[in-house]
C-alpha cells in the first residue's frame, strides 16, 4: 500500500516540472484514489501544454477538393465519378495537432472521463481536452509507448508517463469484458516510477553528488563479449572516488520463501553483485569504494530485509524504504543513505516537508 499523496511527489522528484507553481496547489489536495490525482495532473500539464504550444506534425489527408491540392489521385476520383461534382480526390500533407502524443493523451482523458472519479476532476479534465477537438483517439491496447524525445517533443514526457501510469496501470478488464480503473498502480508500473523517483531525488537534493542510470562494462579477460547481457544499473551514485550502485525493487514481496524460510530474491543478489565486482575491476588500481544497495520498497510482511554483508572486500546492504509513511519520512530516510555512504551530513539540500 501507498499513500495517494506520495505517488504525487514521487512524480514530482521523477519529473521536475511537477514541482512548478502549476502544480502545487495538488501537495495540498485530497484525492480519493490514484486515477483522481492522474486526472488532476493531465489537465494541468495539458493547460500548460497549450500554453506552451500543442505540438504539431505532417499528416496525410485524403479529401475530395474542389480546388486541386497536393498529389491528385486519379484512379480513385474516376472510381467516385467525383469529377462530374467538379471535384478531385486529393492527398495532401496538413501540418497538424492530430499527432501520436496527443492522440495519447486525448485516449487517457476519455478513459478517465468515464471512469468513477469525481465531478469537479471530470469538469477540469473536460475543459482541457477541448482545446484536442480534432485529435483522433487510438486502440489502448496497441499504444506505441517506445517513444523518442528530443527538444521538440520533450515538454510532454511526463504527460505521457501519466497516460502510460493510467492505461497500463490502472486500467483493469473485468469478466464482463468492460474495463474500470483499480485505485492503486500495479506493481510493474509502480517498479518503474519508483526507479525515476529515487533517481530524481538524489538529483535534486543531492546535487553535489552524481546520480545517473549507468551502464556497467563486464570485466573480460579475452575482450569477447557480444553475447553478454547489458549491465544497466538504475541509480548510480558517485562523489569523488565513492561510488553506491542502487538498485530499486518494488515487489508486493522482498524475499522468497522456500520450506518456510526466507532469503533474499537470489535473481537480485547476484545481479547487484555482478554490477559492484564489475564496477570494483574497472577501477582496480585507482583509490575507489564501490558498495551495493538494493533498495526494495517495503511491503506489509513481517520480515523485511535490513542486512549488510561485506562481499569479497565490497559492502552490498538490502534495505526497505516506506513510501505509505509521511514523506518526510521517507525524505529522511534516502537523506540517511547518502549521509551513510558519502560523508554528507549537514550538506544535503533536501527539507523536509
Known sequence: MIKIKNIYYMLAYAFQVLREQTYQSLSCEKFENTGELLAAILAKGLDMQVKRGL???????????SVPRGKINISESIKTQSLRKKQLVCIFDEFSVDFYLNQIIKTTGRVLLSSRISSKRKRDLRKSMVFLEGVDTLDIHRINWRIVYNRGNQTYQMLIFVCRLVLKGLLQKQEDGAERLMEFLDEQEMSRLYEKFILGYYRKEFPFIKAEPSQIAWKLDNG?????????????????????????????????????????????????FAYVKNKE?????????????????????????DNTYSMSGNQISAKTLNLNADFS???????????????????SLASIS
Not at 505540438?55 to 477538393?65: A, F, H, I, P, W
Not at 582496480?284 to 530485509?305: D, F, S
Open 329 to 347: 519520512q521517507i525524505k529522511r530516510q534516502l537523506n540517511q543513505i547518502a549521509e551513510l555512504y558519502f560523508d554528507a551530513a549537514g550538506k
Open 224 to 272: 569477447a563479449g557480444d553475447l553478454l547481457p547489458v549491465m544497466q544499473s538504475d541509480v548510480m551514485l558517485s562523489r569523488g572516488s565513492d561510488i553506491l550502485i542502487i538498485d530499486a525493487k518494488y515487489y508486493s514481496h522482498t524475499t522468497q520463501t522456500r520450506f518456510g524460510v526466507h532469503k533474499l530474491h537470489s535473481d537480485n543478489l547476484y545481479q547487484i
Open 55 to 65: 505540438g504539431r506534425d505532417y499528416v496525410q489527408r485524403t479529401e475530395l477538393l
Open 281 to 305: 575491476a574497472e577501477l582496480a588500481g585507482k583509490p575507489h569504494k564501490v558498495a551495493g544497495l538494493l533498495l526494495y520498497a517495503r511491503t506489509e510482511e513481517a520480515l523485511l530485509p
